[in-house]
């Protein structure tokens, strides 16, 4: 059975242009708009932009670069394919290894770098065997240049340069159309668990651009449409990408934070009085589990919150709805092998828990555990998905591996999931785990999800993460590592706590989540930059550090 977008939202196949690459598309999208807001604000300066000036500023970067990297005017099609470029988006987050694996596969000729990142750049320059051509900083900085031992330009350094060279003509590629010309190059571990660079074409982000857009345009509302929005996802993942964009091509304004801070965060909320915050679960239970930070700052401006990156539970947004009753929370889920969002929850139509409803032009397919094809609603397997947001596939794989990537031309996500039906008649999905992370207790199917949402609910949790061990006598069973509210605990209030989880998993849960003194005490969890627990890492450290049979509520400063 195929499940399909709501009958009330459109194609966007007949929108995606032949020959327009992003930047051009969601500036011109602005422009037709007519919006006067600016399109981004710092948040640490306060600084704004006019959609001319930021449209000025592309074409000055691009003569200046065009110059500074030595390609000729005379050589047309080069200059054009060059101009417009691939970028190759790098996690701060990423270990260095995969980040000079990344440069290396992806052939970087240009760095662009920042002050804060300076040991990281320092230990990728030690270890790359050629160096990129050129090297470019944010802002001007001389410890960058004296650590690294290269010249290094500043931004307003190519954009002075720029102001006194011709503009480009034309910044389209040369080779083609929108549908095969690569903009991004994404890292993604998709269902491997290792890194491989997702190959994003102009079509494929600007499709997902299109299909958030026309969604919420064709959503009933009974509200004014939303004009300001928190812009503190990282935008080397494609959640923050691709939402930085559409705001900018919707004509509203994004607050850009350059990394997370809560009480910066809610103080920005209040000063700019902005309305969308997009999140990811775990800071939305931080504010839920401290109803005093909606004292100190005046949140009053906000009307939603969109989550990505993981799935946001029931008791999760029942507990966010008892402390804001008029915010609404609208779940999403993506992927980066589809650049990101692929479902969106609409503001008329909230089902709590589920991820929402299936983006215009995206069909999705759930396949039962035995390879069965599931045609009823309520019943779960393994998402497989058909979108124009679909990549091509990942740079520099083997053709073994391209092989895998599809089957029989649709994409398995490795997430599973079901789809209900709700009273309004549409189909929302609720997502349950991912495959490889589902746990076999006495030949059940456990999803860690289910057991992570319940401790996340526990006062004295900031967070959790569930992960399968080896057991003799159910095959396996879950082991929690969980964060502390508070880290100065003594001995005893840890073996409190010990004991507290566990009753409070059991008088929730059955028998097959139950956590048997399988909890581990830590100071933080290993996630990605947009929030996402690294499970990988820990199962690692499970086989390091030997916890199957450690001591039950042991308390250990792991590196992951």
Request: proline residues 6%.
């Amino acid at each position: 059975m195929v499940f399909l977008p709501p009958c009330w939202v459109p194609d966007i196949t007949p929108r995606i242009p032949a020959r327009v690459n992003v930047g051009d598309f969601v500036l011109n999208g602005r422009r037709e708009g007519a919006s006067v807001r600016p399109p981004l604000v710092d948040a640490s300066t306060g600084r704004t932009c006019t959609t001319e000036e930021m449209s000025e500023n592309v074409d000055t970067l691009a003569a200046a670069l065009h110059q500074d990297l030595g390609w000729s005017r005379d050589d047309e099609r080069s200059a054009e394919a060059k101009v417009v470029g691939v970028v190759c988006l790098n996690s701060p987050t990423t270990s260095v290894p995969e980040i000079v694996s990344h440069m290396e596969k992806a052939q970087c000729k240009a760095l662009v770098v920042c002050e804060e990142l300076l040991p990281v750049c320092k230990q990728i320059f030690d270890r790359l065997p050629k160096l990129p051509e050129r090297t470019y900083s944010l802002t001007e900085s001389s410890s960058l240049r004296e650590a690294l031992k290269v010249d290094i330009k500043s931004l307003a350094q190519l954009l002075t340069e720029g102001q006194g060279l011709q503009k480009l003509q034309n910044r389209w590629m040369y080779t083609g159309e929108t549908f095969n010309e690569i903009a991004y190059l994404c890292a993604t571990s998709g269902t491997s668990g290792r890194q491989r660079l997702a190959k994003i074409t102009h079509a494929n982000i600007i499709s997902n651009i299109l299909q958030v857009v026309v969604f919420e345009s064709e959503v009933k509302a009974d509200t004014p449409p939303i004009q300001v929005a928190l812009g503190i996802l990282p935008l080397s993942h494609g959640f923050g990408l691709v939402l930085a964009h559409s705001e900018i091509f919707r004509g509203n304004t994004t607050v850009l934070h350059g990394n997370f801070n809560m009480q910066l965060m809610l103080k920005s909320v209040q000063d700019h009085r902005i309305e969308r915050l997009y999140l990811v679960p775990p800071v939305v239970a931080a504010l839920a589990n401290n109803p005093i930070l909606f004292q100190l700052f005046d949140l009053s401006s906000i009307r939603e919150i969109i989550m990505g990156a993981a799935a946001c539970s029931d008791s999760l947004s029942k507990k966010m709805y008892a402390l804001q009753p008029t915010w609404k929370i609208l779940a999403g889920y993506g992927l980066t092998e589809c650049v990101s969002p692929v479902t969106l929850t609409a503001r008329s139509d909230v089902a709590p828990g589920s991820s929402g409803l299936l983006l215009p032009s995206v069909k999705a397919r759930l396949i039962g555990a035995a390879g069965e094809e599931i045609t009823e609603h309520e019943v779960p397997g393994e998402v497989y998905l058909q979108s124009p947001t679909r990549i091509p596939g990942y740079l520099g794989e083997s053709e073994e591996d391209d092989a895998k990537f599809l089957v029989s031309g649709w994409l398995p996500t490795g997430d599973i999931g079901f789809f209900r039906q709700g009273t309004n008649g549409n189909e929302h999905l609720f997502l349950v785990d991912r495959v490889k992370d589902m746990i076999k207790v006495k030949g059940l199917q456990v999803s860690p999800s289910t057991i992570e949402n319940v401790l996340r609910l526990h006062p004295a949790v900031s967070d959790a993460a569930i992960v399968g061990v080896d057991d003799e006598m159910a095959g396996e069973r879950p082991l929690a590592f969980v964060v502390g509210t508070n880290q100065d605990m003594t001995d005893q209030q840890h073996k409190d706590l010990l004991l507290d989880l566990e009753q409070y998993v059991q008088d929730q849960l059955d028998e097959s989540h139950w956590l048997r003194k399988r909890v581990c005490f830590v100071e933080e969890l290993p996630k990605t930059q947009a929030g996402k627990v690294l499970k990988k890492k820990l199962r690692d450290a499970v086989k390091r550090y030997n916890l199957r049979v450690m001591e039950p509520g042991a308390r250990l400063k792991m590196e992951f």
